[in-house]
């Protein structure tokens, strides 16, 4: 920016300050040099490195975030995993039908006293089973 001296100037006509842009530089600087030392630079320098930098930590931020929800995602798709596996385990058990001891009843023929009463504790350990 430049601030222009009001002495040798019609204030109400030449303005007080201009922003000084790479177009109007060259006409700025031949207006100085008439003005003899009068005209003040007030510099300002804007950096644009910072934006650039606020453009990437945007970017680095939006990244994490990325990042941190394909890692939610993994991790819910193995919970998941686990929790199906538990439960087709789970009912791959209940579809096991369970195997019963067969004993034979009668172990020499004629021997029908002793396959009645093996017969009736056979009776009294499923109807066990069954109250479980």
């Known amino acids: 920016m430049v601030k222009w001296?009001?002495?040798?100037?019609?204030?109400?006509?030449?303005v007080r300050e201009t922003l000084v842009t790479e177009e109007?530089?060259?006409?700025?600087?031949?207006?100085?040099?008439?003005?003899?030392g009068k005209d003040v630079f007030d510099v300002k320098i804007?950096?644009?490195?910072?934006k650039?930098?606020?453009?990437?930590?945007?970017?680095a931020d939006e990244k994490k975030k990325v990042d941190d929800?394909?890692?939610?995602?993994?991790?819910?798709?193995?919970?998941?995993r686990k929790k199906a596996e538990g439960k087709a385990k789970l009912a791959e058990k209940k579809q096991q039908p369970v195997q019963e001891e067969?004993?034979?009843?009668?172990?020499?023929?004629?021997?029908?006293?002793?396959?009645?009463?093996?017969?009736?504790?056979?009776?009294?350990?499923?109807?066990?089973r069954g109250k479980k």
């Open 46 to 50: 804007k950096i644009h490195e910072k």
């Open 5 to 14: 001296a009001s002495e040798g100037r019609d204030s109400r006509t030449f």
């Open 24 to 36: 109007n530089l060259e006409a700025v600087l031949k207006m100085m040099a008439v003005g003899v």
């Open 52 to 59: 650039k930098s606020d453009e990437e930590k945007k970017a």
């Open 102 to 128: 067969k004993k034979p009843l009668v172990k020499k023929p004629g021997d029908a006293a002793r396959a009645a009463a093996e017969m009736v504790a056979a009776e009294k350990e499923v109807a066990e």
């Open 69 to 80: 929800r394909k890692k939610a995602n993994a991790i819910r798709q193995i919970e998941e």
